[in-house]
């Protein structure tokens, strides 16, 4: 990375990202496991195959790349933290995604007929309340270091996002803000899987749950197609000049 005359130069082969793809996936799983949540609630029938599927695409996304960028040490040379922040988290999501996928392809006869798909479901998916609440505590410091060191603010080169370059903590406090609530969304779940383990739907912890979960989906899936655009820009606007 190197400043030139006509503005930052960088040198790509150095500087490797796919967070777009990370976000869109990211962005989807969420919305995908409030709409899932909805179908329980409403005890709607639940396509076991369809949602498998579903979790499955996303969660092999999710985990191909978090896996790549937090085993290739540094995987962005001038950002060495976006293992830690992209790469950890989009690992460690994709592979409970990939779990889920499993777990609802092997089980999809037996839930077609379950008359309490709610509690099925939510007793197959306490056990990992530990390592959930965990990454939750994790979203939480990520979000705290984004804000402490005003990580995440695009160049001036960058479209639209670098329009915001003389302000850092903006788009600092955006994405921790989104850290932050996807990390209390994940402390909430071992409440969120008793209450309904036990037959309870419609808690205030539920509602409170299902829209952070709309909410942070909404906004990871939008700022990840919008990345297409900004980093397409940012590659083209910093490359080397031949």
């Known amino acids: 990375m190197s400043a030139a ?6 040198d790509w082969t150095q500087m490797t990202t796919y967070n777009t793809i990370m976000s869109l996936a990211t962005g989807a799983a969420l919305l995908s496991l409030a709409a899932l949540g909805r179908t329980v609630a409403r005890k709607e029938t ?4 369809g949602w498998a599927l579903n979790f499955g695409v996303l969660g092999f996304i999710l985990t191909l790349t978090g896996a790549h960028m937090t085993l290739t040490w540094p995987f962005a040379r001038y950002f060495p933290f976006d293992n830690i922040i992209f790469g950890e988290p989009s690992l460690a999501f994709g592979v409970i995604l990939l779990a889920a996928a499993f777990y609802l392809w092997k089980r999809a006869a037996t839930l077609r007929g379950c008359a309490a798909v709610d509690r099925e479901l939510a007793g197959a998916a306490q056990p990992l309340s530990i390592f959930v609440v965990g990454l939750g505590l994790a979203m939480v410091a990520i979000a705290c270091a984004g804000v402490a060191f005003q990580l995440f603010a695009a160049p001036p080169e960058e479209p639209i996002s670098g329009r915001f370059a003389q302000y850092p903590w903006l788009e600092a406090l955006f994405i921790s803000g989104l850290y932050a609530t996807v990390g209390l969304t994940a402390m909430l779940y071992p409440f969120f899987m008793r209450q309904v383990a036990a037959g309870q739907i419609g808690s205030a912890v539920q509602k409170v749950t299902g829209v952070l979960l709309v909410l942070d989906g909404v906004a990871f899936l939008l700022f990840g197609a ?6 397409i820009g940012l590659i083209i606007n910093t490359m080397p000049k031949p």
Do not use: D, F, K, R
């Not at 005359?5 to 960088?10: D, E, K, Q, R």
């Not at 639940?46 to 195959?49: G, I, K």
């Open 46 to 49: 639940v396509h076991a195959e």
């Open 5 to 10: 005359a006509g503005g930052l130069v960088i």
């Open 226 to 231: 919008l990345n297409y655009y900004t980093h």
